[in-house]
């Protein structure tokens, strides 16, 4: 992530939170202050990025949980990004967009918004992680590295590594199946950092894992 304002300035590797996704219009009230309770932990451990990914809600709901997670995120370290809906970042003020296979490109939101608005990507070859970095992508997360349930076969570590080696020096951030247990080897394999759903959204995880990285 180069760009001027929105760059990150750390020294450590990036740590990348992904909200549950299972927040729907009927359960709303009540995981929108969960998921606020956990950007707040995000903010005080410093982590990097934290995308809201709640894919189930509407507009108004979505627009909404940015809107307040904003006001958390604000003058922090922690960059915040919008699943998909590049509009709703916007327009809530939100740090950034993270694309993936159904969205807009990447070339289409570099086109339409400022030079400081973050774009992630989604990549589950090397193909798609090289066109990502050329439409001018900030950074991609490349998927699944080991078994995630419901997910297509696992990558493993060699894939990751070349494709590491391949868009060096662009942020790599591994996905899928990362826990305490295996994230240090995808840093050993070239990834600038790592992303997680189930792991991340427990707090004493979050908070353990973050202050074994700033160590």
């Known amino acids: 992530m180069n760009r001027k304002d929105n760059q990150l300035h750390i020294s450590y590797s990036i740590i990348y939170l992904i909200t549950s996704g299972k927040t729907t219009p009927q359960n709303f009230a009540e995981n929108k202050n969960s998921i606020l309770k956990l950007i707040k932990i995000a903010v005080q451990t410093k982590v990097s990025l ?4 709640e894919k189930k809600l509407p507009a108004r709901h979505a627009f909404e949980l940015v ?6 995120t604000k003058n922090s370290q922690t960059k915040l990004l919008v699943n998909d809906r590049a509009d709703i970042a ?3 003020e939100a740090d950034g967009v993270h694309l993936t296979s159904t969205s807009l490109s990447a070339a289409v939101v570099r086109r339409n918004f400022s030079e400081n608005f973050i774009i992630g990507v ?6 798609e992680a090289v066109e990502a970095k050329s439409q001018g992508a900030d950074f991609i997360t490349y998927s699944p590295v080991f078994y995630t349930p419901e997910k297509n076969q696992p990558k493993g570590l060699d894939e990751l590594a ?10 790599v951030i591994a996905l899928g199946g990362i826990n305490k247990n295996n994230f240090a080897s995808v840093l050993e394999n ?3 950092g790592f992303a ?3 792991f991340l959204n427990n707090a004493e995880n979050l908070r ?3 202050a074994d990285q700033q160590r």
């Open 50 to 53: 934290v995308q809201i990914r």
């Open 67 to 72: 809107s307040e997670a904003v006001k958390i």
């Open 90 to 92: 916007f327009a809530a």
């Open 122 to 127: 989604s990549a589950h070859t090397i193909e």
């Open 162 to 171: 070349r494709v590491c080696e391949k868009l060096n020096p662009f942020p």
């Open 190 to 192: 070239g990834a600038r």
């Open 196 to 198: 997680s759903i189930r």
């Open 208 to 210: 353990n894992l973050v």
